[in-house]
């Protein structure tokens, strides 16, 4: 599956949202701005830039006093990242989702085989 397929039979919309909350989280670890984590998202993960700025907007609104400490922080102090990097970075990220989504399905297969 292409991370970015959200029409994989595999994979339930639910699951696809919170996959890009998770590597949105993991942008936030490594101060990266709303139109840097959209752009990383959209080269490594094949996410739709449209769908990483929805639910970076939904994770604003819940937790509106974080991102308000955050971007003050990013204001007062710019990180550079060379694009090597960025890169070696966010494939980094891609790949431990990917494991993590194994292993959740993996555990939910053994779940529902002991049933």
Same mark, same amino acid.
């Given at each position: 599956?292409?991370?970015?397929?959200?029409?994989?039979?595999?994979?339930?919309?639910?699951?696809?949202?919170?996959?890009?909350?998770?590597?949105? $989280?993991?942008?936030?670890?490594?101060?990266?701005?709303? =139109?840097?984590?959209?752009?990383?998202? !959209? %080269?490594?993960? &094949? *996410?739709?830039?449209?769908?990483?700025?929805?639910?970076?907007? $939904?994770?604003?609104?819940?937790?509106?006093?974080?991102? =308000?400490?955050?971007?003050?922080?990013? !204001? %007062?102090?710019? &990180? *550079?990242?060379?694009?090597?990097?960025?890169?070696?970075?966010?494939?980094?990220?891609?790949?431990?989702?990917?494991?993590?989504?194994?292993?959740?399905?993996?555990?939910?297969?053994?779940?529902?085989?002991?049933?």
């Amino acid at each position: 599956m292409i991370m970015g397929d959200s029409s994989s039979s595999s994979s339930s919309p639910a699951s696809y949202i919170h996959m890009v909350q998770h590597l949105i $989280e993991k942008c936030l670890i490594f101060d990266m701005t709303k =139109e840097e984590c959209m752009e990383a998202l !959209s %080269k490594h993960a &094949k *996410i739709n830039p449209v769908i990483t700025s929805t639910v970076w907007n $939904e994770l604003e609104k819940e937790n509106k006093e974080f991102f =308000e400490g955050y971007l003050k922080s990013k !204001s %007062k102090e710019e &990180k *550079i990242m060379s694009q090597e990097e960025t890169t070696r970075i966010i494939q980094n990220m891609i790949s431990d989702s990917s494991h993590d989504s194994l292993n959740n399905n993996n555990n939910n297969n053994n779940n529902e085989d002991q049933q």
